[in-house]
């Protein structure tokens, strides 16, 4: 018997559409994340240029460094709950045991992928659907976990596509210290002002969609937006960067949930 085709994008939600309100079960599990990451296992986040973030929903949360599994719950945790954000994510990743499926099912925030699944039309369907629902869309542009602590590898022009079809803005959120987590472990965030594919790609209108004008602008957007946050990925994992000699109790919270 041939293995069922995987379900991506808004088929995964099984007719409902991606709200921005944040549920009860999501407020107690981020107060829950908040205070376990805080005071059980020590770790010191911070935020910087929160005021950049806008007020209400509609836009394209665009974050790297992208190295570990809290990284989107981490998102979740520092940002207000509504708009609540819905991000594009890896099947595979996100659904390593029936339990995490069955979980993400029930509070929602997660729109899957899965590698050589269907076209992208489903993903700018989903991403559509997300920002017209007052939500926000949240996209790692790396694509995978694996990399440098120190710089993005090459962003996927995923978000330079979604954000010429859907015109929506792009908020650049700069992750650094995840790559290895361990008791004390320093995190920190930095919210860039907002742009746009069509900014960062430096034209003044969207080519025709499919059309290889529209591959090109894509790829020149995605380009500059990750030349755009690269050196703040450096200057952020250097200050939080831990010398060799610091103690790494609880370094099993780097694959907590692997």
């Known amino acids: ?12 939600l099984r007719g409902r559409l991606p709200s921005a ?23 010191r986040w911070s935020v910087e240029g ?6 209400g ?13 809290i990284d989107a719950p981490l998102l979740v945790g520092i940002m207000p709950l509504e708009p609540r954000v819905w991000y594009i994510g890896s099947g595979p990743a996100a659904f390593r045991a029936r339990w ?56 996927r022009r995923g978000v330079g596509l979604i954000g010429l079809r859907t015109g929506a803005p792009i908020v650049p959120v700069v992750l650094a210290g995840t790559a290895e987590l361990y008791r004390g472990r320093r995190i920190a965030f930095r ?8 900014e960062l790609a430096g034209i003044e209108t969207a080519p025709e969609p499919g059309t290889p004008g529209e591959l090109v602008a894509a790829k020149a957007a995605t380009a500059a937006l990750q030349s755009l946050m690269a050196p703040h990925v450096l200057a952020l994992a250097r200050a939080c960067d831990d010398p060799p000699s610091a103690p790494r109790r609880w370094r099993s919270l780097t694959n907590l949930v692997l």
């Open 1 to 12: 018997m041939s293995k069922p085709e995987p379900v991506e994008g808004l088929a995964f």
């Open 21 to 43: 309100r944040a549920g009860p079960l999501l407020r107690l599990l981020a107060a829950a994340g908040r205070f376990v990451g805080r005071y059980v296992a020590g770790l």
């Open 50 to 55: 929160a005021e950049h973030l806008p007020n």
């Open 57 to 69: 929903g509609g836009y394209i949360l665009a974050c790297a460094l992208h190295r570990n599994w």
């Open 100 to 155: 995490s499926e069955w979980l993400l099912r029930l509070i929602g925030g997660i729109l899957p992928v899965y590698r050589g699944g269907t076209d992208v039309e489903v993903h700018v369907d989903a991403a559509r659907a997300v920002l017209d629902g007052g939500a926000i869309f949240g996209i790692f542009p790396e694509g995978s976990r694996r990399g440098d602590p120190f710089a993005p590898e090459p962003f």
């Open 191 to 198: 919210v860039l002002p907002r742009t746009s594919a069509l």
